[in-house]
């Protein structure tokens, strides 16, 4: 049974935005953070956004701030990457993450590719 299932990647023009989910399973608890982190092809895994859930504020990598918007529902079960003016160094791979007492838990990934 998959615990981090993520939606919402696809083919976009510079410019253009994509809104992604991940569905968290409630049999996870105990969660500390929620974030998206993303790999383009020979590059290693980097962390694009990070949202605590016990308080705290939200980070961002430097490369889109101002840009791209994470969030997620009170419930804990949802977050979301809002990705506006997309550019084609976005391409990648994006992985939803959820950090806990009992350890790290990745989606399997949604593949976003931006053409210029």
């Known amino acids: 049974q998959e615990q981090l299932v993520e939606s919402g990647g696809g083919l976009v023009q510079a410019g253009g935005s994509l809104r992604l989910s991940c569905a968290v399973s409630t049999l996870i608890v105990n969660i500390y953070t929620m974030g998206w982190y993303r790999q383009a092809p020979g590059k290693p895994r980097e962390l694009v956004a990070i949202i605590p859930t016990r308080g705290g504020s939200t980070n961002y990598a430097d490369s889109v701030k101002g840009r791209f918007t994470i969030s997620r529902n009170n419930a804990g079960t949802t977050v979301y990457l809002q990705m506006n003016s997309l550019k084609p160094e976005d391409t990648a791979v994006y992985y939803c993450?959820?950090?806990?007492?009992?350890?790290?838990?990745w989606g399997q990934g949604t593949q976003v590719t931006v053409s210029s």
């Open positions: 993450n959820v950090r806990g007492r009992n350890g790290d838990y």
